[in-house]
């Protein structure tokens, strides 16, 4: 059975860097095309993909938040870590990590998701 | 990017219903599409792999079909627990994109 968890801080102040971490079990990130993705969803609103990492270290990054973003996975603890710079009170929402199966494929299986808020 | 146009943003239906909610998108994707079933607070379950594929788990009367640009999500006779959002989304290529959003109301 494949879980997720995120964890990290429930409320950052603008322009301070955010680190969420996802734990995951289950699967292997070293098996071939597995891939984990983190999406987000401010309040109310719809789904925004943030990023990917693949079994073989390959990251994909959503254009618009490259420059704020990176991405590191850790096989041997299970975890994804998903950093995002200068945040901003447009980035409170909740994030979401995913597990993808392979290249193409869908987030088969979610995390719960872990609200942020960003607010001095 | 590809960009995900979803409709309708949102309907009421009654339980016994059956609707239909459509996906284009802005190139063809060669049925990298995926749909997911959110509900208030939780985070989206996959219904729909591969325009066609009902990921297990779900309900038979969910069905998906479409191809380049065009996709639907039927859902036959609704039950009370599927009043929820339903989201598209496109896995053919990066920046993966979805729609946005079908609020599905009583």
């Known amino acids: 059975q494949i879980t997720l968890k995120e964890s990290g801080p429930t409320l950052v102040k603008p322009t301070e860097t955010l680190t969420l971490t996802c734990n995951f079990s289950?699967?292997?990130?070293?098996?071939?095309?597995?891939?984990v993705g983190w999406i987000r969803q401010p309040p109310g609103k719809a789904l925004e993909w943030l990023a990917l990492?693949?079994?073989?270290?390959?990251?994909r990054f959503s254009p618009s938040l490259e420059t704020r973003l990176a991405i590191t996975k850790d096989t041997s603890r299970n975890q994804v870590v998903l950093t995002m710079t200068d945040m901003d009170p447009v980035d409170t929402g909740t994030y979401f990590c995913?597990?993808?199966?392979?290249?193409?494929?869908?987030?088969?299986?979610w995390g719960q998701g872990a609200l942020v808020a960003v607010s001095s | 990017d590809i960009q995900m146009t979803q409709s309708p943003s949102s309907l009421s239906l009654s339980v016994g219903d059956s609707l239909t909610i459509t996906c284009r998108a802005s190139?063809?994707?060669?049925?990298?599409l995926n749909w997911y079933q959110q509900k208030p607070g939780k985070a989206p379950k996959l219904l729909i792999s591969?325009?066609?594929n009902v990921h297990s788990g779900a309900p038979s009367r969910f069905s998906g079909s479409g191809s380049g640009t065009d996709y639907t999500l039927t859902i036959r006779s609704l039950q009370p627990e599927d009043f929820a959002t339903y989201y598209c989304q496109q896995s053919h290529d990066t920046p993966l994109t979805f729609g946005g959003g079908t609020r599905v109301e009583i």
């Open positions: 990492i693949y079994w073989d270290d390959d990251k």
């Open positions: 289950g699967f292997s990130l070293d098996s071939l095309g597995v891939g």
């Open positions: 190139q063809s994707i060669s049925g990298y």
């Open positions: 591969g325009a066609s």
């Open positions: 995913a597990h993808s199966p392979d290249y193409g494929e869908p987030f088969d299986t």
